[in-house]
């Protein structure tokens, strides 16, 4: 077995012989082997056509109906029926003429906000001048597809790669399924020479006729038909690969088992087809996902590598493409894989520089990348933005699309909300961009209400929209975003502002003999663990020994306040508590502004007895530092950065 590359060095030529490592008792027993394990079993899973199929079962249509999803004018969505009347989005269509032609087609438009509608829906008189596209369904469907997977495979890393596809690390599990069928691999023979290090012995005879609904890429690709060769070859070619069998095919087999079942269940229950592709990492199971669509599920061997990547146009691989492709294709005069593996590690970095080493490796299959599960759904920020066909040219106009973009935020984060109740964002921003000029940004804090409506954040997002515009008259701005950013879960005892603003007593501040402040700080915030305190767990010599206090550590200054109740209910005391914590959370918000907008004016909402007051804070206009300036790449160089 080859030992794992370690540094620039080690690559070679022959990477394509390490198709069949030797594979061990402590190979197979190891837990932690991750990318080095000999045993490893990815795939990569994609849903077919996933807008057009979201459309299908929220209409309820037969799989057979032909259907295209439609933004503005363009197509971006075309099932598999469809495609076959020649539909590609790469052309641009007359929608009139094209039902006309074929009435069976089903067309939809997505689904948009309008001002006025809380929630986004599927109208006929959309209008890229007065709606807002939403792809919000499509990321719960997509949600859905991904927890059903997560159910069907436990013990299976699971990484979602885009709204419409994931990785899977089945490695963990098919080591299970490998010693529940073959028992006698679960203990080192006492006979074994070098002990753990004794290679298995060889894998019993297996066919891959029994993997039902997956495809099994040949080793030796068949000739064309109509060649004399063709069939002598293709039984010459099979017998071959039946006689090559290892334990890594009866691990990927095992793969390809698990991958099948839970597709099939996401089928049966959520209606979704989807085509996976299974292999030893994660580049190549995306590769192999792509080689039989739509439906169905392929297995590429160790022995299939070199055939497989050999023909293929080197553009097509991921980070490839583009700029950086044409580039490579004029520096090698190369088209496919095959025209680059000529190419020597040394050639390539002298050429490209040391970086592209990561070039060479990838045209050889190399690809050492974890699965890595995300651990956390929640998503720091939310951004609603919109592109106008039809500039704003008056500051009144913009107030049209703020509603809109707000109706789109308060509906993510309500919908964020079901899953983490007190799920809150820190701030909401505003950015405005005029042409191609850069554009501009005001952010304030959002403060914290019971409920999200759209009319909550339309307030904060107008006030925003007076600063950042004012009152001109002639302007022309191109694109309106609003945001939700620093989205956290609310720390226990957090109240509305209208809580805090009902107290109907306010607590005396307290001072020690040496005139420190015990009750009400200045300013402070950011805050977690808070806990109830009595009077028996406050130091004897405590000013407030003997109350019942509510207090909070800060989770960013290490500071614990506290709030004595003074016989007030519990009720007024976690209001109070709120207040505080809104006090302290707008110390520390605005001193993260003073050092990213250095010498631009603040807008804070804080809550006053009338509502939510508009603040502005001036800021210090220290000058900032000056960063040092890398050093720019010349030439081809400037394309081979590893990904």
Sequence with gaps: MQVPWKGKGKATDQDFEDLDPIITYRHLHSQNLGVRDPLRVIALCDSDAFYAACEMVRLGVDESTPLVVLQWDALIAINYPARKFGITRLKKYNMKELQAKHPELKIVHVATYKEGERQPGYWNDVDTKTHKVSLDYYRRESSKIAAKFRECLPRVEVEKASIDEAFFDFSKRVREVLLERYPYLAQVPSNALNGADTPLPPPPPF????????????????????DMKASIDSICNHQREEALLTWHDIALSIGAELMETARRQVHEQLGYSTSAGIARNKFLAKLTASYKKPNNQSILRNAAIPEYLRPL?????RFLGGKLGTAIASEFEAATVQDLLSISLEEMQRKLGEESIWIYEVLRGIDRSEVKEKKTTINKSMLASK?????????????HWIRVLAAELALRLVEAREISTNLWPK??????????NAGQ???????????????????????????????????????VSLAFTGIEVAEHGQRSIEGF?????????QRDENGNDDGWPVSLTGLVDADYMSGDNVPADDPCSGLHMLSFKCSRCGQRLSVPSLGSSSRDGEEQLAALRLEHDDF???????????????TVLRPSAGGVKHVLKPLSRNSPKKRSRKKELQGIEQFFRRP
């Design 427 to 436: 701030s909401i921003v505003l950015r405005v961009r005029r042409g191609y």
């Design 313 to 317: 146009p080197f553009q097509k691989i």
């Design 207 to 226: 066919s891959w006729n029994d993997i039902k609904h997956s495809i099994v890429i040949p080793i030796h690709p068949a000739l064309p038909e109509g």
């Design 441 to 479: 940004s005001k952010q304030a804090t959002f403060p914290y209400t019971p409920e999200v409506t759209v009319d909550t954040v339309a307030a904060a997002g107008n006030m925003l929209w007076k600063d950042l515009v004012g009152t001109e008259l002639a302007m022309k701005v191109t694109n």
């Design 588 to 602: 520390h918000f605005a001193q993260d502004l003073a050092k990213e907008f250095v010498g631009e004016p603040t």
């Design 501 to 509: 603003l009902e107290a109907s007593q306010s607590t005396k501040r």
């Design 387 to 399: 592109n106008l066909p039809r500039p704003i040219t008056n500051a009144s106009e913009g107030f």
